[in-house]
């Protein structure tokens, strides 16, 4: 399929999915504001992640499907799809690695002119292949995400660029962590942070290798200052762990962005806050589980990160290869 972008006026892109999908998707989101300079460029997403893009210069409009998990009644999907079909887009995408079927639904009913997405993997969903007239294979076990979602657009004969992934936040969440860190006698100092997540996810790195990790850094690097954010709800198990430290809970999307945005490094595991420290800009090394494919697939967009995978991996040997990158990276 080849596509003339100068003939391209309105955009549609769909990603109900979670945190983590949708910075992957930010680079895309780029990339056909660069490709399609004249057009306007509308974002459905979950209100779950909305904060994350609404607001940016790089989206023209963002739309929030009222998921029924979120809350969302019959009524309202139903009014959403009716004015969604009535949007004018020439070109819609549903960027995920294979099918997902209510965004193969919203781009399939957006009355789009070309409508581009991928394979089902069940074959139970094969019938929603018709939402897409312009339909990849399912993406290549081990293809990162972010490349995953460009190749919607190389399936067009386009060039789209490798730019980073990025996020919104709001000012006034930069100002209370900076006010929070100058009140700690923090601001200015070079931070490590360390993003102790729920330990009842499949994918949590355990707690025990997080503390030893936080004394190992202060020994190694002594000039850091290493801090242990995590949900409000963990906290009192998080001070059985850690009798000191600088603690810092967020119960934010929001806060946590900030927060990360003023540390040098922030570990944490495979999900969502991994690449919501890409796209702030810090150094991220995310601890992962699951097997190499995974880490291809998952690992923080950009360059000067490091992704360790933990299966097999002996804890020393982890927490080496760690302060090693932060030693080389620390300027």
């Not at 391209?8 to 949708?22: A, C, E, K, N, Y």
């Not at 998921?67 to 995920?96: I, M, V």
Request: proline share 7%; glycine share 8%; with cysteine.
């Amino acid at each position: 399929v080849r596509l003339d972008p100068s003939q391209v006026r309105s955009i549609l892109v769909v990603r109900l999915d979670r945190m983590g999908d949708l910075l992957c998707t930010t680079p895309m989101l780029s990339a056909i504001k660069h490709l399609f300079p004249q057009a306007r460029l509308t974002l459905v997403v979950s209100p779950y992640t909305v904060h994350l893009v609404e607001g940016s210069p790089l989206v023209d409009e963002v739309l929030v499907y009222p998921r029924k998990k979120y809350g969302g009644t019959l009524k309202e999907r139903l009014d959403f799809l009716r004015e969604l079909s009535f949007g004018g887009f020439d070109l819609a995408f549903g960027p995920k690695a294979s099918l997902h079927p209510t965004q193969a639904l919203l781009v399939g009913l957006s009355g789009a002119k070309m409508r581009v997405g991928r394979e089902a993997k069940y074959f139970k969903r094969r019938f929603l292949h018709f939402c897409y007239n312009v339909r990849l294979p399912r993406a290549v076990p081990g293809r990162h995400e972010t490349e995953s979602c460009l190749d919607l657009l190389r399936a067009l004969g386009l060039n789209p660029p490798r730019l980073p992934s990025w996020a919104r936040i709001r000012p006034q969440f930069y100002r209370q962590v900076e006010e929070e860190l100058c009140r700690r006698g923090l601001r200015g100092r070079p931070l490590v942070g360390i993003y102790f997540s729920n330990r009842k996810r499949r994918r949590a790195v355990p707690w025990e290798l997080l503390c030893e990790l936080m004394g190992r850094i202060k020994e190694a690097l002594p000039s850091y200052e290493v801090l242990a954010t995590f949900a409000p709800e963990d906290a009192k198990e998080i001070r059985r762990h850690l009798a000191g430290g600088h603690l810092f809970p967020t119960d934010d999307v929001q806060q946590l962005g900030a927060l990360i945005s003023f540390l040098d490094f922030f570990v944490t595991s495979d999900g969502g806050p991994s690449h919501l420290s890409a796209a702030v800009g810090t150094k991220t090394i995310t601890l992962f589980r699951g097997g190499e494919e995974q880490l291809r697939t998952w690992a923080p967009w950009g360059e000067g990160h490091l992704s360790l995978l933990m299966d097999g991996s002996p804890p020393r040997e982890i927490i080496s290869r760690i302060l090693s990158f932060m030693k080389g990276s620390a300027v």
